[in-house]
């Protein structure tokens, strides 16, 4: 079971979903909100959404670990998810732990929310 700090924001559920929300904050960027389901009638819940622009994040965690990501169940279930989101409008962006670490992941959710490159950041 995935013990949450009680300190940590509503809606970040692990260690990586917390980095990504304070690399956000130290970009200067909206954390989204967490947890958010966006395709009716399936349980389906993203770790990031930003609701207005339409943009919604993924963690990939476990993926050398055969973790839930990396099985082909869980493969085939976040083919589902994001092909029914990106089905609905939404751009969808996954992210890897060294994607985080790097700041490439800030980088594509800035350029998803604004529509324009962060030179910033890579």
Known sequence: ???RP????PGVESELEMM????????GLPTGVGQHK????RQFTWDR???TERVCA???GGIWSKGGH??????ERDCLKASLAAALGWRCIFATRSMIEDGSAIALI????HGQECQCIR
Do not use: D, F, K
């Not at 009680?6 to 924001?9: A, G, L, N, S």
């Not at 966006?38 to 009638?41: A, D, Q, T």
């Not at 990396?70 to 493969?75: E, F, M």
């Open 6 to 9: 009680p300190y940590w924001p």
């Open 20 to 27: 990504l929300v304070t690399r956000l904050e130290h970009a």
């Open 38 to 41: 966006i395709v009716p009638g």
């Open 58 to 60: 993924e963690v990939q």
């Open 49 to 51: 959404c930003w609701i």
């Open 70 to 75: 990396s099985s082909g169940v869980g493969i």
């Open 110 to 113: 800035h350029e998803a929310l």
């Open 1 to 3: 079971m995935n013990r």
